[in-house]
């Protein structure tokens, strides 16, 4: 009995028609690029799957997830909210009204500077981000379950190590804001 390595997935697939047609270029870069891209997508529909089942989708749900894990009183100026977020800086705005219109954030103007405008979770959004949670972390353990402790914890390092390399530095903590400035 051979051993026989193990299973192709489709990247393997792309890297040896590649080989085969291009064998004068180094494609291995594809190996990294092509799964982390092959498995992003398929993350994320798993995740957007258990956002919805909370009426949520990524970037709310992510934007809900933000206030929540920020100091009490759970507020961010838009600014802050965008920093510390994963939703891009054309969204906030658009997401925040929606948000705000459905009832889970709410938008007041500071009394110290009444050029700074505070999100934070109403009594509603911290609700339905503390139910969401749960189910969030469960799926996650559940797409990662393939991995032991010690494979999440060695890609995990790895992945920072890319990140950090690319400029994918760790914003300044968010402190509850009070005005400064940051205008958001």
């Not at 051993?3 to 047609?21: C, E, I, M, Y």
């Not at 939703?87 to 705005?93: E, K, L, N, R």
């Not at 948000?99 to 009594?123: F, I, M, N, P, Q």
């Not at 911290?126 to 749960?134: N, T």
């Amino acid at each position: 009995m051979t051993d026989a390595g193990p299973p192709s997935d489709h990247v393997d697939l792309v890297l040896a028609q590649w080989a085969r047609q291009r064998p004068d270029l180094d494609v291995s870069p594809m190996a990294v690029i092509g799964r982390l891209r092959r498995l992003t997508r398929l993350l994320d529909t798993e995740l957007r799957r258990t956002f919805a089942e909370h009426g949520l989708d990524t970037a709310s749900f992510d934007m809900l997830a933000t206030l929540r894990r920020s100091d009490p009183p759970h507020r961010l100026t838009p600014a802050r909210l965008m920093q510390t977020s994963m939703v891009t800086s054309g969204a906030v705005s658009q997401r925040l009204d929606r948000l705000e219109a459905a009832g889970l954030v709410a938008r007041t103007r500071s009394t110290d500077d009444a050029r700074v405008v505070h999100v934070a979770l109403t009594a509603r959004g911290r609700e339905l981000i503390d139910r969401a949670l749960p189910d969030h972390v469960a799926n996650e353990h559940r797409l990662l379950a393939a991995l032991g402790a010690d494979d999440r914890a060695a890609l995990a390092g790895t992945l920072r190590t890319l990140l950090l390399s690319l400029g994918d530095d760790a914003p300044e903590e968010p402190r509850p804001d009070r005005g400064g400035p940051d205008r958001g």
